[in-house]
Nanobody
Framework: VQLQASGGGLVQAGGSLRLSCTTS????????AGWYRQAPGKEREMVAI???????LYADSVKGRFTISRDNIKKEVYLQMDSLKPEDTASYYC?????WGQGTLVTVSS
């Protein structure tokens, strides 16, 4: 199974980005998925997760601004990021079940 994250880039504070995580290989669904991020010099942290029942959990720092979603037909996971702040600057990683994708860099300028 391979995961490919995309959608990162440079955006001004207050702007929006939508990250996508596409999957390939022998994976039945993307029921259990999440997004994590790692800023330079910091540990990787959870941003948003979605459970098999569809429940979601967000880091306090992104609540109300980020939304995780999934498409089980396409087997893709998304992260809509609105009202971005400079402190959201990081490499963002998707995780589906036990598999990790490579990071996509998000840079938010002030």
């Amino acid at each position: 199974v391979q995961l490919q994250a995309s959608g990162g880039g440079l955006v001004q504070a207050g702007g929006s980005l939508r990250l996508s995580c596409t999957t390939s290989g022998n994976i039945d669904n993307v029921d259990s998925a999440g997004w994590y991020r790692q800023a330079p010099g910091k540990e990787r942290e959870m941003v948003a997760i979605m459970t098999t029942t569809g429940s979601t959990l967000y880091a306090d720092s992104v609540k109300g601004r980020f939304t995780i979603s999934r498409d089980n037909i396409k087997k893709e996971v998304y992260l809509q990021m609105d009202s971005l702040k400079p402190e959201d600057t990081a490499s963002y990683y998707c995780k589906v079940k036990g598999w990790w994708g490579q990071g996509t860099l998000v840079t938010v300028s002030s």
